[in-house]
């Protein structure tokens, strides 16, 4: 009994060891196309193609789809829904999700109050928070999800400070029903999202 409890638990470690190494590998893959996304002399042979929908004054946004050698690898989409910014960010490869990223910004409005033996004062300071989340993924199931926020004036904001905040474990509140339905409507827009002429873009969800 002895031995198959330790052959099972030989088999546990290494899958799970499996599992944490192909994440670090995706991890790396995904932030290595971004920086190249975001040179000034982007790599000749990533592409990339712009979509914008709007489906009614309080939800519209934009879809960039970024190609390499010919494959798509990147999913960026940009949205406002009501007042709130939201950004989420699909990594592929070989055709198949792998990471799936979000960024979330609430603008708050923090009301301060000063009194002194003369006068008493009220200021309105704008406070941006942010939050990013990055699940992993393979073809059936969430993986693991980790995240890192921040919260500072907006006029304060420090985008390069940010990414250099460390992640931690969080727990993954996405299901992948959800994540996959999202995903294949970006993809179904990918080919279908099409602006004639002058005329306003259309929605996403009305792409049949």
């Known amino acids: 009994m002895k031995l198959y409890s330790s052959i099972f638990l030989f088999f546990f470690l290494t899958f799970n060891y499996g599992q944490e190494v192909s994440q670090k590998q995706v991890n790396t ?33 934009n879809i960039e789809f970024y190609y390499q050698n010919d ?19 699909y990594y592929l490869e070989n055709d198949t999700l792998r990471l799936y990223t979000t960024f979330t910004e609430i603008l708050r409005a923090n009301t301060r109050y000063t009194q002194s033996e003369t006068d008493t004062s009220f200021s309105m300071e704008k406070v941006l928070d942010v939050t990013e989340n990055r699940t992993f993924l393979n073809k059936k199931n969430v993986l693991m999800c980790l995240e890192r926020k921040d919260m500072q004036k907006q006029s304060e904001w420090d985008n390069d400070y940010f990414n250099t905040l460390s992640f931690k474990k969080a727990d993954c509140t996405t299901d992948i029903v959800d994540i996959q339905y999202k995903y294949r409507i970006l993809r179904k827009a990918e080919t279908k999202l099409i602006k004639h002429g002058g005329k306003p873009p259309g929605c996403i969800f009305y792409l049949w």
């Open 29 to 61: 893959s995904y932030e290595e196309i971004l920086k190249e996304i975001g040179k000034k002399e982007r790599d000749t042979l990533i592409k990339q193609v712009f979509k914008r929908y709007q489906c009614s004054e309080y939800l519209s946004g």
């Open 71 to 89: 494959q798509l690898k990147l999913i960026k989409h940009s949205y406002k829904q009501n007042w709130d910014n939201n950004f989420e960010y």
